[in-house]
């Protein structure tokens, strides 16, 4: 098992990219348990601090990777860095290359009516050799949920995306999981608009620096009052980090 960095209670699995996508496609290939995989940013963090039961749900997740810039630095200020991000589309987008070399399936879950049919198309243009087991959107009552969740089963999907924002999506595969015919459930957010083009992911000078949400600020200045959480983050890390125990590594 990966080594974890303690942040404000929330244990993150100190994985890079290549290392989840492995995690993910060896439990596939060797037809294990479902696992769920998380992705939390300082904002999802910030939640779980606050929220003791989402807390204690991300720490029961069996992946969770570092998809902040944020995150990463607080690992270092606890003084048990994590090497780089591990972003959730970035898994996502590295799993389906090594998906499509075993000819294996996922279905896509959640969005709006129609996007996640045109993220199929466009994953399998991207990466021959995957297989769309099916695909239902992020609209849903508690009769259309049992029908999303009969649907997934009987396409008996090797991977499913679950991308219907935090916390719902962590919240729905955390109750679901123990009942869903697949290996691996990732929580990835918009992760399906982009595939399906109807969202453009930040430039690479902004990916590469760690610096997206400052791209989506930029395009969605409404998101202001989201982006405060990003210092209180910071000033909550640099006050409480250090406080919470840390996995040593040998």
Not at 27 to 41: A, D, H, L, Q, Y
Not at 186 to 194: A, K, Q, R, T
């Amino acid at each position: 098992m990966p080594k974890k960095v303690n942040i404000l209670g929330i244990k993150v699995d100190k994985v890079n990219i290549e290392q989840a996508s492995d995690i993910i496609i060896d439990n596939i290939k060797n037809k294990g348990e479902t696992i769920s995989v998380f992705t939390p940013n300082s904002e999802i963090i910030m939640a779980g601090y606050r929220d003791k039961d989402f807390g204690e749900l991300l720490n029961n997740a069996d992946l969770l990777t570092a998809d902040g810039i944020g995150v990463v630095y607080a690992s270092k200020i606890v003084k048990n860095p994590i090497s780089e991000r591990a972003p959730g589309y970035d898994i996502a987008c590295r799993s389906l290359e090594k998906l499509a070399e075993i000819g294996g399936s996922v279905y896509l879950f959640g969005s709006k009516p129609g996007v996640a049919e045109t993220a199929g198309e466009n994953i399998t243009k991207k990466y021959p050799g995957v297989k769309i087991a099916g695909f239902s959107d992020g609209y849903f009552d508690d009769e259309k949920e049992k029908l999303i969740i009969e649907d997934i089963n009987k396409c008996n999907p090797d991977m499913l995306f679950v991308c219907l924002g935090a916390p719902k999506q962590e919240k729905w595969i955390s109750a679901h999981k123990n009942e869903l015919s697949t290996r691996a459930c990732l929580g990835i957010g918009g992760s399906l608009d982009v595939f399906a083009g109807t969202v453009k992911r930040a430039p690479e000078f902004y990916t590469k620096h760690g610096i997206e949400w400052l791209y989506r600020l930029i395009k969605q200045p409404s998101r202001f009052v989201r982006m405060l959480e990003l210092p209180r983050f910071g000033f909550k890390v640099l006050l409480k980090g250090k406080k919470f125990p840390q996995d040593k590594d040998e």
